[in-house]
Structure formats: C-alpha cells, structure tokens
T-cell receptor, first 114, second 111 residues
Framework: GEDVEQSLFLSVREGDSSVINCTYT??????LYWYKQEPGAGLQLLTY?????DMKQDQRLTVLLNKKDKHLSLRIADTQTGDSAIYFC??????????????FGTGTLLAVQP | DSGVTQTPKHLITATGQRVTLRCSPR?????VYWYQQSLDQGLQFLIQ???????AKGNILERFSAQQFPDLHSELNLSSLELGDSALYFC??????????FGPGTRLTVL
C-alpha cells in the first residue's frame, strides 16, 4: 500500500533534541522529504534527502536515512518553542509512474514545553 | 513565503453548491499539484498539471475538476458539494520535480 507511517505525538523540553521518525513504503523512492505545518498555515518544505545519501545536515536539522529498513528520521537540535508544529514526512514513490506526487505520512505533532 | 498564492483563503458554502479555488504558482514553475487535507484522510494528492496538460490523477472525485491556463495559474472546481468535502485544499508548484512548494491553502467549509 501507500501508507507512510509516523508516530502521532512527541513532547520535548525547550533546548532538548527532538527526533521524529517515519517509515516509508517504496524502497525505490528517489527523494524523501520533511515538511512543517504550523497552526492555520501551509506546508513549509524543511529539507529533503536523496536516496543515495545516509545523512544530511542543515543547521539544526539532521536527516538520517536507513534504506534497508525504509526508515527516515528528522532530528532537531536545541528545540525551540517556535518549532512546535506538525511535521510530515513524504516520499515520491517510483511506482507512482510519470507523476511526482507526494505521499505524505500521518504527521507528528511536536509540542515543545518551555 | 513560498511564492505560491491561493485564493480565497476561506470559503463557506452550502451543500450542493459549486466553488472554484485558484492557485498561482511561483514564477517559472510549470508544474502545479493539488492536494486535499482532511482530518479523516490526511494529506492526499488530487491532480497534477504540467504546462497546461493534465499529467496525473490521484484520489480526485468525479465531481471535482481542474485546469491549468496558459499563464500557468490553475483552478480547482468542486461541484455538488457535500459535507465531507470540507477540508483544506493546497496547491503546490514545482520548478523541477524534486521540490514542491506549497501555497497557504484554501479552507473550505460546507454547511
């Protein structure tokens, strides 16, 4: 099927690291993405990783990819209250054919406690 | 700000009505994607256009249709609206197919 799975909720204290996990479906997906959605807002592309990479770092964000287990994670260092949002992982499955439609996970609500 | 604009921001209408949602992609982006976000279905791909032509369809109902115009803006038409069509509708545009930039969305409420 096309289910991308994420845990629903994560609570952390300000200043701690947050790790959001995702299990995707298509081992041949070329790109994997993390989007952020703040309340009442649209989807902000945070970062993405190409499938031939194991890790990508971008300032406070670190993405880890385990292709064997089809597992993707997003680590946010020094988490701030402004990081409170819903985080979606997404893939573009190769079996989607000619389109590059995104298949989204269920989203993880990150709550940062001051 | 992603550079993708959507109008209107909010839309409230009644069952059985028809509405049109509008999306203007980022300058130069040829691809437009439409997605629906609802509490029960999550974020789902509806349809994609590339340079005026339909490229792919997802979970789009027959009551829904879309088009992309020569100036690359796109419209999503929803007809015979039902309560269950209440959702956030996003469009995204893409310069190359590995990045999609989302608009702020249109929140549709069907009463």
């Amino acid at each position: 099927g096309e289910d991308v799975e994420q845990s629903l909720f994560l609570s952390v204290r300000e200043g701690d690291s947050s790790v959001i996990n995702c299990t995707y479906t298509d081992s041949s997906s070329t790109y994997l993405y993390w989007y952020k959605q703040e309340p009442g807002a649209g989807l902000q592309l945070l970062t993405y990783i190409f499938s031939n990479m194991d890790m990508k770092q971008d300032q406070r964000l670190t993405v880890l990819l385990n292709k064997k287990d089809k597992h993707l994670s997003l680590r946010i260092a020094d988490t701030q209250t402004g990081d409170s949002a819903i985080y979606f992982c997404a893939e573009i499955p190769r079996r989607g054919g000619a389109t590059n439609k995104l298949i989204f996970g269920t989203g993880t609500l990150l709550a940062v406690q001051p | 700000d992603s550079g993708v604009t959507q109008t209107p921001k909010h839309l409230i209408t009644a069952t059985g009505q028809r509405v049109t949602l509008r999306c203007s992609p980022r300058s130069g982006d040829l691809s437009v994607y439409w997605y629906q976000q609802s509490l029960d279905q999550g974020l789902q791909f509806l349809i994609q256009y590339y340079n005026g032509e339909e490229r792919a369809k997802g979970n789009i109902l027959e009551r829904f249709s879309a088009q992309q115009f020569p100036d690359l803006h796109s419209e999503l038409n929803l007809s015979s609206l039902e309560l269950g069509d209440s959702a956030l509708y996003f469009c995204a545009s893409s310069p190359q197919d590995n990045e999609q930039f989302f608009g702020p969305g249109t929140r549709l409420t069907v009463l």
